[in-house]
């Protein structure tokens, strides 16, 4: 069974570009939530998607923005880059079987600097 | 704010002895607790799940769930170099938003 694909790996940007990540949860998974990594704030939630719909966002600014598509696929785009969205940004799919959450399972990640 | 905390570490134990991870939370509305290793460099990897009161056993992993105190551990038996690594405890509320705590890095030695 594949994992939690994510691409690209690395991305290097300028300030004040946009930027697209993807993710594909495994198979069968609805759930997807995206987080950023940074060594000061450790892993921070950013949102979350189930069936199409953003049904939980972080307490992030309006730059990042996400959407999910109907084969559960995701992507995360932040616009307009500053320098303190360089970080990991980790995709997590999870099986909600009778709505319970048997946990996340977390893709590579994409490691995002910006210049 | 709801927080999940954890001691940074590092916890420094001896090959074979048992490792003990603590985390507390705040946030009484947290159904379910998880525990991740992540090596450095690389993404978190779920190694237990506990859901009610009580001690839950895997392997060489135990997670103890105390609801009343709001206290969360991961016992390691049997340490081994290979668990050197930064562990990640998480609460998930209702919304199922994983709130993570800032991490205990162990460091097993030979």
């Known amino acids: 069974k594949a994992g939690v694909t994510q691409t690209p790996r690395y991305l290097i940007k300028t300030r004040g570009q946009q930027v697209t990540l993807s993710c594909s949860p495994i198979s069968g998974h609805r759930s997807v939530s995206w987080y950023q990594q940074t060594p000061g704030q450790g892993l921070q939630f950013l949102f979350e998607?189930?069936?199409?719909?953003?049904?939980n966002k972080g307490n992030f600014p309006g730059r990042f923005s996400g959407r999910q598509f109907s084969n559960s696929r995701s992507e995360m785009n932040v616009s307009t880059l500053e320098l303190g969205d360089s970080a990991l940004y980790l995709c997590a799919s999870s099986s909600l079987e009778g709505g319970s959450n048997y946990g996340y399972t977390f893709g590579s990640g994409t490691r995002l600097t910006v210049v | 704010q709801k927080e999940v905390e954890q001691n940074s570490g590092p916890l420094s134990v001896p090959e074979g002895a048992i490792a003990s991870l603590n985390c507390t939370y705040s946030d009484r509305g947290s159904q379910s607790f998880f525990w991740y290793r992540q090596y450095s460099g690389k993404s978190p990897e779920l190694i237990m799940s506990?859901?009610?009161?009580g001690d839950k056993e895997d392997g060489r992993f135990t997670a103890q769930l105390n609801k009343a105190s709001q206290y969360v551990s991961l016992l390691i038996r049997d340490s081994q170099p290979s668990d050197s690594a930064t562990y990640l405890c998480?609460?998930?509320?209702?919304?199922?938003?994983?709130?993570f705590g800032g991490g205990t890095r162990l460091m097993v030695k030979p």
């Open positions: 998480a609460g998930n509320n209702a919304g199922n938003m994983l709130t």
């Open positions: 506990i859901y009610s009161n």
């Open positions: 998607y189930f069936s199409e719909t953003q049904r």
